[in-house]
C-alpha cells in the first residue's frame, strides 16, 4: 500500500485515512468502514473511521503545518507529530490505563493511529455539562505519580533519562506556552482577550511588579528545570472520561520541564470548576484534594521502592522534593488561572456562563485567586492551606 | 590527502599527525615540521607539531576511545570529541580572548586542530611554582559573565538556547562528575582514595546526613536545570596563564547545567591555594573576590544591555539571579573542596605538601570549608560572608 511507504507529506482525506486504516490491517476480514473527520482545524485533522460491522472504530491523527488558535496563525514544522507520537508511546508504556494505545505512526506522514475513545467525553464539556467523573481525580493523581516518577533522574538513571530530554527538545510549543502563559497576560499584549468589564482588574495586574517578578521566576523554572517528561498541556480539554475511565491525550506539547507544571494546569482546570459549579463545588474540591493525595501517596511509593538514585532515597529529601512540586504547581495553577482569564485561549468554565455580572464575577475570582497563588506559594504550604485560600476567594 | 577524507576512525601518530598538519596548510611555505605527542595518555592523545625555520606551532588533539583517571578505566564514545570542539567554537565566539583558536575539526577522526598555548603554563602548575597571575581573575570574571550570559536563554533567547541544550546533552561525561563528585565522596566507595590519618574526619563525613541532602539538592541542580552551557570541568588545571594572558580549554565535560558549577569550581580550585600558600595567601583571597565581583558587574551590564527576554529585564530578577548563582556556587564550590581532597581525583596543590603533618591540616581545612559551604550556602549572603567563613577556617 502506497501510504504507507509515503516519502513526502500530504493531508489525508477521509478516503485516504480509510485506505491506511485498511492497509493496516487494523480490523477484522471485510470491515464495511465510514469514515468521519472530526478535528477542530486548528493544528490537527483527526478522522474517526468505524467498522459498521462491529462498532469498532480507531483514530487517524495527523499534523498540519501551521497553527491556529482563535484566529491567530503559527507556522509549525510536522516534528510535533512526532514528539506527539513518541510522548503517547512513553506515557503509555508507563501508565497505560490512562493512556490511549498507539497502533501505528509514521513520521513522513505527520500520522498517530491509535484507540477509538468515542465512548467518553471531554472532561471539559462534561463538566459543563453537569458531569463530575467520580474517579477522575484518583486517576490523574495516579497517572501524574507515574509518569512525573519515571521519566525523572529518579526513575530512570540519569544516563538514560538525558537521551530522554535530548528526544523530547520542543522549541516550537514550548514557545507557545512561554508566550501565552509567562508573557502575554502581563503586559498590554495585542494576544490578549478579555471583555471591557475586566479592565481596570487586568490594568492593576500589569502594574504589579512583586506578581511579574513571580511570573520571571516560574518562566525561569519552565525553560530551564528539565525535571520529568511533562505532558505539557494537561488541562481538562486534554482528557477524555466517563465515570469509570480516563485518559490523558494529546501530548504534543511534552517536553522535559518542571513537575509542577502538570500538577498546576490540573489543578487549574479542576479550579475553574471549584469556581464556576455552585452545585458540584464540593465534589471539585474533593477532586483537587484527591489529586494531589493520591499523586503524593504514589510518588512516594515509588521513591521507596524503584528508585534509581541510591543516595538519594532518604524522607528528608523526599519531602523536600515532594514541597518543591507542590510550591511549583501552585504557581504554575495560578499562571494558567490567569491567562485563560484574559490570555489568548480561554476556557469555556468562564466564558460560558450567560449572565454577565455572574461571569465577571468569576473571572475576577479567577485573577484574584492567580495573583494570591502566585505571590504566596511559598507560604501555602501544604494542601489544607491551598484549599483554605480557595475558600478564601470564593 | 587521504586523512582528511578518512571514513573511520585510527588513532594519530607522530607521523600521521604531522602529515594532517601539511595537509591543512596551517604552515607557511615550506616548513620544517616536528612533532610531539605530549598528553598525558589519559583521554586523548596531543601532538605538538612547531615549524622549526619560525617555532610557529599548532595543537592536535585526539581523543581515545576509553579514559584512564588514576588507574580507573572507562570506556567512553568518540562523541566526546565532538562536543569540546563544538564548546571550543561556541565559547571561542563569545570570549574569543580566553578560549584557544580552532583551526580544524574532524569528527570521524575525533580531532581538533587548534592554537598553540606552549608559551603559557597550566595554571595550577604555575600557582605551585609560586606564580599568582596577576589578571588571572580579572580574565576569568570575564570569560564567565561572558560564557554564562550568552549561551543562557537570556542572552540566545529560549528557542535557539534549546538547540544548545539539544547538541550539548552529555550523559558519559557528566556521568563521571555525577559519580565522582556527588555520589562517591559521601560514602565509603572504592574509588575514594585518603590518607588513613584522615579515616575519622572522613566517617564523621559519611554519617553526616544534613552534609548528604544538601548534596542530593546540588546534584539534583546538576542533573536538571539546564540554566547555561557549562565548561563544566572549570579548575586550574583547565586554564594556561602567564601574567598577561588567560585561556580555558578542555571543555569536553561541557553541557546545560546549572551556572554555579563553573564559578564554583574556579572559587574551590582558587581556595587550595588560599588554604596551602601561605605566602601569597592575600592575592589569592583578592583573586577570589575579582572573579566574583568582576563576572557580577559585567554579568549587570550583559543583563541591561543585551537580554532578548524584555520582561525578565528588571533589577529585581536580575538579583534574584545573581543571588542564585552565587548560593548554588558555593554549594558547588564545597562539593569540588571535598571531592578532590578524599576522591578519585587529586589536586597537586594539597598531594604535593610533603610535610605530612601540614598536609593532613591543609586536607582538614577543605573538608571543613567544603562541609560549611555546602550546609550554609543560603546563610553565606554575600561575598562578605564568603571570605569571612573562608578566613574562619584557616
Known amino acids: 500500500m502506497s501510504l504507507l511507504k509515503q516519502t513526502t507529506y500530504q493531508p489525508l ?3 485516504s485515512a480509510t485506505e491506511l486504516a485498511l492497509a493496516l490491517n487494523l480490523f477484522s476480514d471485510n470491515p464495511e468502514l465510514s469514515c468521519k473527520e472530526i478535528g477542530d482545524g486548528n493544528l ?38 512526532k514528539i506527539e507520537a513518541d510522548a503517547l508511546l512513553t506515557f503509555g508504556s508507563i501508565a497505560p490505563k490512562y493512556v490511549p494505545e498507539v497502533y501505528y505512526t509514521n513520521d513522513v506522514l505527520a ?21 463530575t467523573y467520580p474517579l477522575l481525580s484518583q486517576h490523574l493523581g495516579e497517572y501524574l505519580s507515574k509518569t512525573l516518577f519515571f521519566t525523572s533522574d529518579y526513575g530512570l538513571g540519569p544516563s538514560i533519562k538525558k537521551e530522554q530530554v535530548q528526544k523530547f527538545i520542543n522549541p516550537e510549543l514550548c514557545k507557545i506556552t512561554e508566550d501565552l502563559i509567562f508573557n502575554d497576560p502581563f503586559f498590554d499584549a495585542e494576544t490578549n482577550e478579555f471583555e471591557a468589564g475586566l479592565r481596570t482588574t487586568v490594568e492593576a495586574l500589569w502594574k504589579d511588579d512583586e506578581l511579574k ?24 480539554g486534554s482528557i477524555f472520561a466517563n465515570d469509570s475511565e480516563t485518559k490523558v491525550i494529546d501530548p504534543e506539547f511534552a517536553f522535559y520541564g518542571p513537575a509542577g507544571f502538570d500538577i498546576g494546569q490540573v489543578f487549574a482546570n479542576l479550579l475553574f470548576q471549584v469556581i464556576v459549579n455552585e452545585q458540584n463545588h464540593v465534589l471539585f474540591i474533593n477532586h483537587l484534594e484527591t489529586v494531589w ?21 532518604t524522607s528528608t529529601f523526599l519531602n523536600y522534593i515532594l514541597a518543591k512540586f507542590f510550591e511549583d504547581a501552585l504557581g504554575f495553577t495560578g499562571c494558567e488561572l490567569i491567562r485563560r482569564t484574559i490570555g489568548l485561549a480561554h476556557v469555556a468554565d468562564l466564558d460560558s456562563i450567560e449572565e454577565e455580572k455572574t461571569r465577571l464575577a468569576a473571572k475576577r475570582k479567577t485573577l484574584e485567586l492567580g495573583g494570591i497563588l502566585i505571590k504566596q506559594r511559598k507560604e501555602i504550604k501544604n494542601l489544607g492551606a491551598f484549599i483554605g485560600t480557595v475558600k478564601g476567594v470564593l
Chains 1, 2 share one sequence.
Open 13 to 15: 482525506t477521509e478516503t
Open 44 to 81: 490537527n485533522l483527526v478522522f474517526h473511521i468505524v467498522d459498521d460491522k462491529n462498532r469498532k472504530g480507531v483514530i487517524i491523527k495527523q499534523a498540519l503545518p501551521y497553527a491556529k488558535v482563535v484566529g491567530e496563525s503559527w507556522p509549525l514544522t510536522l516534528k510535533r507529530a
Open 111 to 131: 500520522v498517530t493511529v491509535m484507540e477509538d475513545l468515542s465512548h467518553l467525553l471531554i472532561a471539559r464539556k462534561g463538566f459543563i455539562k453537569g458531569e
Open 213 to 236: 517578578f513571580h511570573v520571571n521566576v516560574l518562566k525561569k523554572s519552565f525553560l530551564t528545570e528539565a525535571e520529568v517528561l511533562l505532558h505539557g498541556d494537561l488541562h481538562t
Open 293 to 313: 493525595n493520591v499523586f503524593e501517596e504514589q510518588y512516594k511509593h515509588l521513591w521507596n521502592t524503584e528508585n534509581k538514585e541510591n543516595l538519594a532515597q
